[in-house]
C-alpha cells in the first residue's frame, strides 16, 4: 500500500509558474513509478510526466516538454511537478500516481497502469 499525499498548486496568470509535489509513504527509490496526471473537464486523466525513481529516467506528454520538470528527493520521498510558461490550456486538476510498474508501462503515462493515487490539486491559469 502506498499513501500519496499532494501538496502545491493554484491559480496564476499565464506565463507564470507552479511547484505541485506529492509525498510518499514509503522509500520512493525502490524502484517506483511516480506521474502525475491531469484531468480535462468531462475526460478521462491524461498523462503529464512520469519518473522512475531508481533510475532518475523521465517522460512528458509532448504538450509539456520544456515547460514542466518532474524531479524527485529521495531524502523526503518526495517527487515534484515544476510547471513554467503555464497556459490557460493547463487548467485542470493534477493527479499524483504511483505504482511499481516497468519503465515501460511506466513512460506509457496510461491512468489504468496505476494503483495508488494522491486526493487531486486544482490548477488555474488565466490569461
Known amino acids: 500500500q502506498v499513501k500519496l499525499v499532494q501538496s502545491g498548486g493554484g491559480s496564476v496568470q499565464a506565463g507564470g509558474s507552479l511547484r505541485l509535489s506529492c509525498a510518499a509513504s514509503?522509500?520512493?527509490?525502490?524502484?517506483?513509478?511516480m506521474a502525475w496526471f491531469r484531468r480535462p473537464p468531462e475526460k478521462e486523466r491524461e498523462g503529464v510526466a512520469a519518473?522512475?525513481?531508481?533510475?532518475?529516467?523521465?517522460a512528458y506528454t509532448d504538450s509539456v516538454k520544456g515547460r514542466f520538470t518532474i524531479s524527485q528527493d529521495n531524502a523526503k520521498n518526495t517527487v515534484d511537478l515544476q510547471m513554467n510558461s503555464l497556459k490557460p490550456e493547463d487548467t485542470r486538476m493534477y493527479y499524483c500516481?504511483?505504482?511499481?510498474?516497468?519503465?515501460?508501462?511506466?513512460?506509457?503515462?496510461?491512468?489504468?497502469?496505476?494503483?495508488?493515487w494522491g486526493q487531486g490539486t486544482q490548477v488555474t491559469v488565466s490569461s
Open positions: 500516481a504511483a505504482d511499481f510498474l516497468s519503465t515501460d508501462d511506466c513512460f506509457a503515462l496510461v491512468a489504468s497502469n496505476f494503483d495508488y
Open positions: 514509503l522509500h520512493i527509490s525502490s524502484g517506483l513509478c
Open positions: 519518473i522512475y525513481t531508481a533510475s532518475n529516467m523521465t
